[in-house]
């Protein structure tokens, strides 16, 4: 498994990939099904799938402001 904080992270000789983009809220049914057809995809295809978490509610609306 890699992790990347951002594209600058990603190796330039990186190649393709099957990637999916959500808001993983936890990894119920719903969740599973669409990593899981990720990755049959990739497979069929011999690619490594990527799943890239989208934040939301913004971090604002679900972190509470600091006092002060």
Not at 21 to 45: K, S, T, Y
Not at 62 to 67: H, W, Y
């Amino acid at each position: 498994m890699y992790r990347w904080y951002g594209l600058d992270d990603v190796p330039a000789d990186w190649g393709g990939c099957v990637a999916t983009i959500g808001v993983f809220d936890g990894v119920h049914r719903g969740h599973q099904r669409i990593v899981g057809r990720a990755v049959e995809l990739a497979r069929a295809r011999n690619l490594p799938v990527v799943v890239i978490p989208a934040c939301a509610p913004l971090p604002p609306r679900v972190l509470p402001a600091e006092p002060g």
